[in-house]
């Protein structure tokens, strides 16, 4: 065997700090996902028993569902780049991979901007008539 074949070898298995990380990771992400998952059951059944949902719930549920597609993508994008990288590293597949975490993270942050609007109008008392229709 060549020096340089065991080393390409090396590259592609895992070691023991990147699987600590990936334990890490999967811990986070479990929490995180079963978080959005929790947040998501519990609207979804208010919204099956009393058949309409307010405009906060629904924003809340549309953050829930951003966040935990996000969460589900990053731990795919990590187990795929640790345990198939030559996957991971195909050009179309790489593409998709950014394609999805930057729709995801910029649809998170706009619900996230929409409910701290929502809760701002609110719950604040203004008496300028702009804030008013908006309230």
Do not use: H
Not at 12 to 17: A, F, L, N, R
Not at 38 to 59: E, G, H, K, P, Y
Not at 93 to 100: D, G, R
């Amino acid at each position: 065997m060549s020096g340089e074949d065991s080393a390409s070898r090396r590259a592609d298995k895992p070691t023991q700090i990147s699987l600590f990380y990936l334990i890490i990771l999967a811990i986070e992400s479990i929490i995180g996902i079963g978080g959005n998952g929790v947040i998501v059951a519990i609207n979804l059944t208010n919204w099956v028993m009393i058949r309409r949902l307010s405009s906060c719930d629904m924003i809340l549920i549309f953050l829930s569902l951003s966040r935990l597609c996000l969460q589900t993508r990053f731990m795919l994008m990590v187990v795929c780049s640790m345990f198939y990288p030559t996957f991971y590293n195909e050009d179309k597949v790489y593409k998709i991979f950014n394609t999805l975490i930057m729709f995801l993270n910029y649809s998170s942050l706009w619900f996230a901007a929409w409910l701290s609007v929502f809760y701002c109008a609110k719950t604040a008392s203004f008496t300028q008539p702009l804030f008013i229709w908006l309230k």
